[in-house]
């Protein structure tokens, strides 16, 4: 399967946005689906992730209640809603496909992901 992740842009603190993540060539429904990010200089980080049937979601503590990871079966796309942003959350962001076989699992350890987004670049600054 392959993942372009989109919706990155430049926003103020307290601010909101939305990433995507579409799969193409597969569908998006045999898979969990996660989000890690890396800020320059410091390595990759688990942000979200949610199981095959949206039964069960994950976050980061330095996002929960902030982030809210979702997905859509029927459009192929899983989204990542991002709210009350905080320079620390600056990094690109990049959606992975975990071929985890069972519907209610999402996993947070990023070797489990097989396939990987290009990244898309946020930065929260005023």
């Known amino acids: 399967v392959q993942l372009q992740a989109s919706g990155g842009g430049l926003v103020q603190p307290g601010g909101s946005l939305r990433l995507s993540c579409l799969a193409l060539?597969?569908?998006?429904?045999?898979?969990?689906i996660g989000w890690f990010r890396q800020a320059p200089g410091k390595e990759r980080e688990f942000v979200a992730a949610?199981?095959?049937?949206?039964?069960?979601?994950i976050y980061a503590m330095s996002v929960k209640g902030r982030f809210t990871i979702s997905r859509d079966n029927a459009k192929n796309t899983a989204y990542l809603q991002m709210d009350s942003l905080k320079p620390e959350d600056t990094a690109v962001y990049y959606c992975?496909?975990?071929?985890?076989?069972?519907?209610?699992?999402?996993?947070?350890?990023?070797?489990?992901?097989?396939?990987w987004g290009q990244g898309t670049l946020v930065t929260v600054s005023s």
């Open positions: 060539g597969e569908t998006l429904s045999n898979y969990a």
């Open positions: 949610i199981s095959p049937n949206s039964g069960y979601t």
């Open positions: 992975a496909a975990d071929p985890v076989g069972i519907p209610q699992v999402a996993r947070r350890v990023s070797g489990e992901y097989d396939f």
